[in-house]
């Protein structure tokens, strides 16, 4: 504790010292990150905000490093505050259905309904609607595409995945997640995974080490010159045309 004090003093000994043009630059927003000249790596959660959502906002805000949240609505209600801070902190947010269903299993104005009641409970939680959807588990076909183009939205999948829901094991994810983690690469992870939380820190110091910078999905689109129409894939799945 008395270190911690100590460290204080010291800031705020510093502080007072800024010269009033420093203190101004300090204050300046932060230039944008550019994935066209720089390593960029899109770290996503899926399912969420899982029971851990919290913990990892406290390490992404500790980084200062950016993710986009693929929520699912039924969780948006009942953990809201988490959302409201997801955007506070200027995380990108995209719809993963309300109740998980197989898209390809249930009828046209199901895939509707899940999608608009998402998009609802985004709305209440922090006054925004997301732009992206993942369909859970990553299905697609064309009533998905069909549906995601009423209401304006690209379909956002994965280039790899950490594989966290399965192995549950933190070496096994840390792993995993810098063997996937490649520029412009856009990675599956879920917040409800305790070991994914836990590695977090570890991943996050071991990417920017090698050069990273953790930005979200429109981001390393952005980086990459990807243009998407509503009802787009990305990456296109084998087999699959975008219009
Ligand atoms: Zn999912």
Known sequence: ??????????????????????????????????????????????????????????????????????????????RPSYVKRMVAEGHELGNHSYTHPDFRKVEKWDVRAEIKKTQEAVKKAAGVEPKLLRPPYGMVDLQVSDVATEFGMPIILWTGGNEDWSSKNATAI?????????????????????????SMPSIVKSLKRKGYHLVTVSE?????????EPGDVYPVPAGWENK
Do not use: N
């Open 220 to 228: 390393v689109l952005k980086g990459q010159d990807v243009k998407l």
């Open 174 to 198: 840390k792993k995993k997640s810098m063997e996937v983690a490649k520029p412009g690469s856009i990675v599956l992870m879920h917040d409800w995974v305790k070991q994914t939380v836990d």
């Open 1 to 78: 504790m008395s270190r911690h004090i100590s460290s204080l003093l010291a800031i705020t000994a510093v502080c007072v010292t800024l010269t009033p043009t420093s203190a101004l630059a300090a204050q300046a927003p932060k230039k944008e990150v550019d994935c066209s000249q720089v390593k960029c790596v899109a770290l996503t959660f899926d399912d969420g905000p899982g029971k851990y959502a919290g913990k990892l906002l406290d390490t992404l805000k500790k980084y200062d490093a950016k993710a986009t949240f693929f929520l699912e609505g039924q969780y948006v209600k009942s």
